[in-house]
Nanobody, 120 residues
């Protein structure tokens, strides 16, 4: 299984960005998809998660500015961010908790990360 992220870019403060992460390989189901970020000098932190029923959870720092969504047909999770601030700068990682077979265990996979830079 591989997770490939895209969409990271340099944006001005107040701008918007949409990140994508697609999983490929032998996958039965993905109960939880999520985004995390690591900002300079900080530990990796939760940004948002979305369950297979569509239930979403957001970090307070991004509440109201981020929308997570998923396309199960494409094994893809998206993160739309609006009103970006310089403190949102960092490497954004997707994580998927998935099953490779119907009765298999829940496994955790990470993407390689995509850089988001918010600067004038």
């Amino acid at each position: 299984v591989q997770l490939v992220e895209s969409g990271g870019d340099l944006v001005q403060p107040g701008g918007s960005l949409t990140l994508s992460c697609q999983a490929s390989g032998n996958i039965f189901g993905i109960p939880i998809m999520g985004w995390y970020r690591q900002t300079p000098g900080q530990q990796r932190e939760l940004v948002a998660t979305i369950a297979s029923n569509g239930g979403a959870n957001y970090a307070s720092s991004l509440q109201g500015r981020a929308t997570i969504s998923r396309d199960d047909a494409k094994n893809t999770v998206y993160l739309q961010m609006d009103g970006l601030k310089p403190e949102d700068t960092g490497v954004y990682y997707c994580r998927m908790n998935l099953q490779r077979t119907q009765r298999g265990p829940l496994l955790q996979y990470w993407g390689q990360g995509t850089q988001v830079t918010v600067s004038a």
